[in-house]
């Protein structure tokens, strides 16, 4: 991923695996924030699939969270970035459609 986002082609590329919206073109001028953002919440899905994983709350209860990420990431039938673009969207709907935690 690292080496896709250094090239327009690649980045291009990037937003066509992760279905960004709005699309990132060769024509796209990125800022350095604007690819240290779209990282961090590439990684933030994984830290809160295994930051809630197992605390019996909302949708973890039901088994969601290191299970769930460990049989899309090593669905061999894909790439592993295509793992990681599919992951992504297995959490952002798991968060979409769950009410928020109550504190």
């Not at 250094?6 to 992760?18: H, I, M, N, P």
């Amino acid at each position: 991923m690292h080496q896709l986002a250094l090239s327009a082609a690649g980045r291009e590329k990037l937003s066509k695996l992760f279905t960004l919206n709005p699309q990132w073109t060769q024509e796209t001028n990125l800022t350095s924030t604007d690819l240290q953002y779209f990282f961090s919440i590439i990684y933030s899905q994984f830290q809160g699939a295994v930051q809630y994983s197992g605390d019996n709350r909302k949708g973890y209860a039901d088994g969601h969270g290191i299970p769930d990420m460990c049989t899309i990431m090593t669905n061999e039938s894909n790439t592993p970035i295509e793992n990681i673009a599919k992951f992504n969207e297995y959490m952002t709907i798991f968060y979409s459609v769950r009410a928020p935690i109550k504190i």
